[in-house]
């Protein structure tokens, strides 16, 4: 099986049309209108040329840094989940990736539960450095 029949067969990503994209632009946030509680704070948006295997790689690699997190796939969205016993609400990440071509995709992370520095922590040391 090739690594293109692999992608298809595990859909790690979700292709978006020209209205999705246009969306995604921060002067034209229609979130408050649909997604109470969603603060820009606890959802972050980033771009990369790297497919969708090697991303969801490279989230693989970030978990098992001091083993605190487990990767979990499904319907397109990699969740991880924080696994440490001395945290009250574990840290626990959503992460989507949008095809705009076939070479340049959108990176969406949200934070689902747990700590914000520790997610800010995760983001900005972790993951955006890893993907750019």
Partial sequence: MSVKDEECSTK???????????SL????????LFEKGMSKRHHARFSTKRPPSNVVSKLEEIAQIDGRFKVMKQNGIVRLEGIETRIVEQLSIDIEIFEVTSSFYIVEVRKIAGDILEYGKF???????SLN
């Fill in 123 to 129: 983001l900005n040391q972790y993951l955006k450095p």
């Fill in 25 to 32: 632009s921060p002067g034209i946030d229609l979130s408050r």
């Fill in 12 to 22: 790690l990503y979700r292709s978006i049309n020209a209205f999705e994209f246009i």
